[in-house]
């Protein structure tokens, strides 16, 4: 029971501490049609974050359109084609769209992951388009909320890097860890952040890329373990597909 409180009061608190530390100032909020609501629920289980068994949030069919989604074996696929990206997570995670569709789909679910219906919630006031969360055998919690930016006026890796440091400055963040990743396909940054206080304390990785037409894409990741968080992180953003300009 107390492993269950402690990761519901972390998954409530989460995204308002992840957006307070990294919050994208454009945000681009959508109503998305019922056609193109997307609530998934993984199969599986297993030993790492994103493992467990799976909840009983509703599933729709899944259309990809023309994305060419590269899934790893046993992942999730989330592909929206009306916004244009799709990604994947891990096995045995939940993840909704987040149109007002997508989250009425939430309220007779019962969600396997600890305070997911907060979460979910709390991500779409910030400006989020899926939010996605698994568990591990330990109690141990991990998430990922994808927002886009349009008209950011970022036309290169430069001034992505400008775009993220003036994000974490917005945040109060005085020495922002904003690393260009040099062997992305697209211009991409990360920034690396921590919330929550003692053992309640969560490592996360905001990944910015500047996508089709000018917008910039936030693919951010939390987790409970530091052990695995930074593959975790990478592993997920790199499923981040975009439909063909």
Do not use: C
Not at 29 to 36: D, E, G, H, R
Not at 48 to 72: E, I, N, R, W
Not at 174 to 197: K, M, Q, S, Y
């Amino acid at each position: 029971m107390a492993r269950v409180a402690r990761g519901a009061r972390r998954l409530r608190a989460l995204p308002g501490r992840a957006k307070a530390a990294l919050a994208l100032a454009l945000v681009l909020i959508v109503a998305v049609v019922a056609s193109v609501v997307v609530a998934v629920v993984g199969d599986g289980g297993g030993d790492t974050a994103g493992g467990g068994s799976g909840g009983t949030v509703p599933t729709t069919t899944l259309a990809t359109g023309d994305l060419d989604l590269q899934v790893p074996e046993g992942w999730q696929p989330i592909p929206v084609p009306a916004l244009g990206f799709g990604l994947a997570v891990p096995p045995g995670w939940e993840a909704v769209l987040l149109s007002p569709d997508g989250l009425a789909t939430l309220s007779g679910a019962t969600p396997a992951i600890p305070g997911f219906v907060e979460a979910a919630t709390a991500a779409a006031a910030g400006g989020g388009l899926v939010y996605a969360a698994g568990q591990d055998a330990s109690g141990q919690v991990s998430d990922v909320i994808v927002r886009a930016a349009p008209q950011t006026g970022v036309t290169d890796v430069a001034g992505l890097e400008a775009y993220a440091g003036t994000l974490a400055a917005a945040a109060g963040r005085t020495d922002p860890d904003v690393e260009v990743v040099e062997d992305a396909g697209r211009p991409t940054v990360r920034l690396r952040f921590e919330v929550g206080t003692g053992e309640e304390r969560a490592q996360g990785t905001e990944t910015l890329v500047l996508g089709p037409n000018g917008w910039v894409w936030s693919v951010t990741v939390t987790s409970d373990d530091p052990a695995l968080h930074d593959d975790l992180a990478t592993s997920i953003t790199d499923t981040l597909t975009f439909s063909p300009s």
